[in-house]
């Protein structure tokens, strides 16, 4: 489990610890702080290192990270720890387009 502090390659993500499906990499995102938490188990132990280091329970979001995916595939907005119905998400997947694309810009800005 690591939060990212530098960019990394998208292949780079290939060889991360953790590894799903030979191509998919779970990832948590701090829309606030702009971070991104990656290669973990569980979206849940990426979102307990990120609020152990100062984020705030509303500002992160899990999301999967296919590798070897272009374009809208490439991030996949899913997750158990996006079920908020006190903020109007209702399932696992994160329902406002803009805050998607809030995920996706910082997603870009760490993996290249």
Do not use: Y
Request: proline share 3%; net charge negative; hydrophobic share 40%.
């Amino acid at each position: 489990m690591k939060i990212l502090h530098d960019p990394i390659k998208k292949e780079d993500l290939a060889t991360s610890e953790v590894v799903f499906d030979e191509a998919m990499v779970k990832g948590v995102v701090d829309v606030e702080r702009g971070l991104l938490a990656i290669d973990a188990d569980l979206h849940a132990d990426l979102e307990r290192m990120l609020l152990e280091d100062g984020s705030r329970q509303d500002d992160v979001w899990g999301i999967n990270l296919w590798f070897e995916d272009d374009g809208e595939d490439f991030v996949e907005f899913d997750s158990m720890i996006n079920v908020r119905p006190r903020q109007g998400n209702r399932s696992r997947s994160v329902e406002d387009p803009a805050l998607c694309q809030q995920i996706t810009e910082i997603v870009q800005k760490w993996i290249q």
